[in-house]
């Protein structure tokens, strides 16, 4: 079946640094991409979402690539705060279709 | 403010008690959704709503029965539970179904226990 897994259960991070987390995805008809943060203790928030017709898109220090040829995904965090410790987890979808998410990965921030 | 309220947050109960969540979503969207997020594993889709008619039931228990009087408010009813199905039980809205094609907006959810 359709499958959405993140490469990495757990990051680490020195404040100020870049952060990177990767996903990969199983169905190549996907056409709608979608990062959320979970804080401890709160539900799910959405940070950024992409279409298939798009390789890459910004927002406020977050940028996230998609590669449709290697079926991936990544969320770029640039100079990561405390605050963005939290578990990021990716979605896809094909459209009509229910999201399909990631297990999450847990980025820890230290300072 | 989330957009999207449940409570309560924490509940805990018996195996044969019964008890309902609740989920109201202040952001005008005719799509609801109630998802069950266990430890280390992703999100599982429970029940999706358009506009107050169940159009997806994903094979769940029927110890779960959702409610959705109109597409502001959801709730999920609860009777004889097993302790597996201890976990955060996650409420979601979007604008309109097609579940995809637009970001869900989530609640912060209910810590269920199950004694």
């Known amino acids: 079946g359709e499958s959405v897994g993140l490469h990495l259960p757990t990051l680490s991070v020195q404040e100020g640094d870049n952060s990177i987390i990767n996903c990969a995805y199983s169905?190549?008809?996907?056409?709608?991409f979608i990062w959320y943060k979970q804080e401890s203790g709160k539900g799910p928030q959405f940070i950024i979402d992409?279409?298939?017709?798009?390789d890459k898109r910004q927002g406020q220090r977050v940028t996230v690539l998609l590669n449709k040829t290697v079926k991936h995904l990544s969320l770029q965090i640039a100079a990561t705060q405390p605050g963005d410790s939290a578990v990021y987890f990716c979605?896809?979808?094909?459209?009509?279709?229910?999201?399909?998410f990631g297990k999450g990965t847990t980025l820890s921030v230290s300072s | 403010e989330t957009g999207v309220t449940q409570t309560p947050r924490h509940l805990v109960m018996g195996m044969t008690n019964k008890k309902s969540l609740k989920c109201e979503q202040h952001?005008?969207?005719?799509?609801m959704y109630w998802y069950k997020q266990s430890a280390k594993k992703p999100l599982e889709l429970m029940f999706v709503?358009?506009?107050?008619?169940?159009?997806e039931n994903n094979s769940v228990p029927s110890r779960f029965s959702p409610e959705c009087p109109n597409s502001s408010h959801l709730f999920l009813h609860l009777h004889t539970l097993q302790p597996e199905d201890s976990a955060l039980y996650l409420c979601?809205?979007?604008?309109?179904?097609?579940?995809?094609?637009?970001?869900?907006?989530f609640g912060d959810g209910t810590r269920l226990s199950i004694l």
């Open positions: 979601a809205s979007s604008q309109f179904l097609g579940v995809g094609n637009q970001p869900q907006h």
């Open positions: 992409i279409r298939s017709n798009m």
């Open positions: 709503y358009s506009l107050e008619e169940r159009v």
């Open positions: 952001l005008g969207h005719n799509a």
């Open positions: 979605a896809a979808n094909q459209a009509g279709t229910a999201l399909i």
């Open positions: 169905n190549s008809a996907s056409d709608y």
